[in-house]
Protein backbone atom coordinates (compact mmCIF):
# COMPACT_ATOMS: atom_id res chain seq x y z
CA UNK A 1 0.00 0.00 0.00
CA UNK A 2 0.92 3.75 -0.44
CA UNK A 3 -0.65 6.80 0.93
CA UNK A 4 -1.89 9.33 -1.11
CA UNK A 5 0.75 12.32 -0.62
CA UNK A 6 -2.29 14.75 -1.18
CA UNK A 7 -4.69 13.33 1.46
CA UNK A 8 -2.64 10.41 2.86
CA UNK A 9 -5.53 8.07 2.32
CA UNK A 10 -4.18 4.19 1.88
CA UNK A 11 -4.37 3.73 -2.34
CA UNK A 12 -3.59 0.53 -3.39
CA UNK A 13 -0.17 0.46 -4.72
CA UNK A 14 -0.79 0.03 -8.91
CA UNK A 15 -3.45 2.31 -8.36
CA UNK A 16 -3.63 5.52 -10.89
CA UNK A 17 -5.64 7.51 -8.90
CA UNK A 18 -6.62 8.32 -5.01
CA UNK A 19 -10.18 6.75 -4.36
CA UNK A 20 -10.49 9.29 -1.94
CA UNK A 21 -9.39 12.26 -3.11
CA UNK A 22 -9.09 11.36 -7.01
CA UNK A 23 -5.33 12.33 -6.88
CA UNK A 24 -3.50 11.04 -9.78
CA UNK A 25 -0.35 9.24 -9.15
CA UNK A 26 0.33 9.13 -13.29
CA UNK A 27 4.16 9.66 -13.81
CA UNK A 28 5.01 9.55 -9.82
CA UNK A 29 8.20 7.17 -9.22
CA UNK A 30 7.45 3.18 -9.11
CA UNK A 31 7.16 3.27 -5.26
CA UNK A 32 6.08 6.49 -3.88
CA UNK A 33 5.57 5.02 -0.30
CA UNK A 34 9.11 5.28 0.17
CA UNK A 35 10.01 8.27 -1.06
CA UNK A 36 6.92 9.71 1.45
CA UNK A 37 7.58 8.09 4.42
CA UNK A 38 11.52 8.53 4.68
CA UNK A 39 10.94 12.03 5.76
CA UNK A 40 9.07 10.69 8.45
CA UNK A 41 11.50 8.12 10.20
CA UNK A 42 14.07 10.56 9.46
CA UNK A 43 12.88 13.31 11.51
CA UNK A 44 11.70 10.67 14.62
CA UNK A 45 14.59 8.56 14.82
CA UNK A 46 17.52 10.79 13.13
CA UNK A 47 19.65 10.36 15.77
CA UNK A 48 19.34 6.89 16.81
CA UNK A 49 19.34 6.15 13.11
CA UNK A 50 22.73 7.18 13.05
CA UNK A 51 24.25 6.18 16.96
CA UNK A 52 22.13 2.65 16.66
CA UNK A 53 24.64 1.04 14.30
CA UNK A 54 27.53 2.33 15.35
CA UNK A 55 26.47 1.79 19.21
CA UNK A 56 25.21 -1.21 17.95
CA UNK A 57 29.38 -2.03 16.46
CA UNK A 58 30.48 -0.84 19.55
CA UNK A 59 29.30 -3.05 21.73
CA UNK A 60 30.04 -5.97 19.77
CA UNK A 61 33.61 -5.26 19.37
CA UNK A 62 33.52 -4.66 23.22
CA UNK A 63 32.01 -7.77 23.63
CA UNK A 64 34.64 -9.38 21.47
CA UNK A 65 37.62 -8.32 23.39
CA UNK A 66 36.06 -9.31 26.41
CA UNK A 67 35.77 -12.95 25.06
CA UNK A 68 39.03 -14.65 26.21
CA UNK A 69 41.43 -15.15 23.90
CA UNK A 70 40.99 -18.72 24.90
CA UNK A 71 37.61 -19.37 23.20
CA UNK A 72 38.82 -18.32 19.80
CA UNK A 73 41.81 -20.88 19.49
CA UNK A 74 41.76 -23.96 18.07
CA UNK A 75 38.75 -26.02 19.90
CA UNK A 76 40.01 -29.52 19.21
CA UNK A 77 41.60 -30.56 22.33
CA UNK A 78 45.27 -29.80 22.39
CA UNK A 79 47.15 -33.15 23.37
CA UNK A 80 49.68 -32.61 26.52
CA UNK A 81 53.45 -34.05 25.97
CA UNK A 82 52.46 -37.05 27.92
CA UNK A 83 49.58 -37.71 25.58
CA UNK A 84 51.11 -37.50 22.70
CA UNK A 85 54.45 -39.95 24.10
CA UNK A 86 52.06 -42.27 25.33
CA UNK A 87 50.41 -42.57 22.19
CA UNK A 88 53.76 -42.34 19.85
CA UNK A 89 54.97 -45.07 22.16
CA UNK A 90 51.88 -47.19 21.10
CA UNK A 91 52.47 -46.51 17.88
CA UNK A 92 55.42 -47.91 17.98
CA UNK A 93 54.99 -50.55 19.90
CA UNK A 94 52.33 -51.64 17.49
CA UNK A 95 54.15 -50.78 14.06
CA UNK A 96 56.56 -53.07 15.94
CA UNK A 97 54.12 -56.05 16.36
CA UNK A 98 52.74 -55.53 12.61
CA UNK A 99 56.46 -56.20 11.64
CA UNK A 100 57.02 -58.73 13.71
CA UNK A 101 53.84 -60.50 12.41
CA UNK A 102 54.56 -59.79 8.49
CA UNK A 103 57.79 -61.51 9.39
CA UNK A 104 56.13 -64.43 10.66
CA UNK A 105 53.52 -64.70 8.43
CA UNK A 106 56.25 -64.39 5.31
CA UNK A 107 58.47 -66.88 7.49
CA UNK A 108 55.01 -69.60 7.38
CA UNK A 109 54.29 -68.64 3.24
CA UNK A 110 57.59 -69.34 2.99
CA UNK A 111 57.25 -72.81 3.72
CA UNK A 112 55.63 -73.55 0.68
CA UNK A 113 54.03 -77.13 0.72
CA UNK A 114 54.28 -77.48 4.59
CA UNK A 115 52.76 -73.96 5.42
CA UNK A 116 50.14 -74.02 7.82
CA UNK A 117 47.05 -72.52 6.44
CA UNK A 118 45.63 -71.72 9.94
CA UNK A 119 48.33 -70.40 11.07
CA UNK A 120 48.56 -68.13 7.88
CA UNK A 121 44.78 -66.86 8.52
CA UNK A 122 45.79 -66.70 12.37
CA UNK A 123 48.50 -64.09 11.03
CA UNK A 124 46.56 -62.08 8.70
CA UNK A 125 43.68 -61.52 11.17
CA UNK A 126 46.67 -60.75 13.42
CA UNK A 127 48.18 -58.26 10.92
CA UNK A 128 44.62 -56.65 10.21
CA UNK A 129 43.96 -55.98 13.53
CA UNK A 130 47.29 -54.11 14.54
CA UNK A 131 46.65 -52.35 11.19
CA UNK A 132 43.44 -51.27 12.55
CA UNK A 133 45.12 -49.95 15.98
CA UNK A 134 47.85 -48.35 13.96
CA UNK A 135 45.25 -46.19 11.90
CA UNK A 136 43.03 -44.92 15.21
CA UNK A 137 46.66 -43.85 16.88
CA UNK A 138 47.70 -42.15 14.26
ZN1 LIG B 1 -6.05 11.36 -1.88
Do not use: H
Amino acid sequence: MKSCPQCGAPVADDARFCTQCGYSFQGQPAQPQAAYRLPETKQRGSIWAVLGPVLAILIIGIGLLLVPRSFWEKKPKVETETEITVRQEALQMLNEAFETGKAKLEAEMAKGEDADPEKIKELQLALEEVREKIKENQ
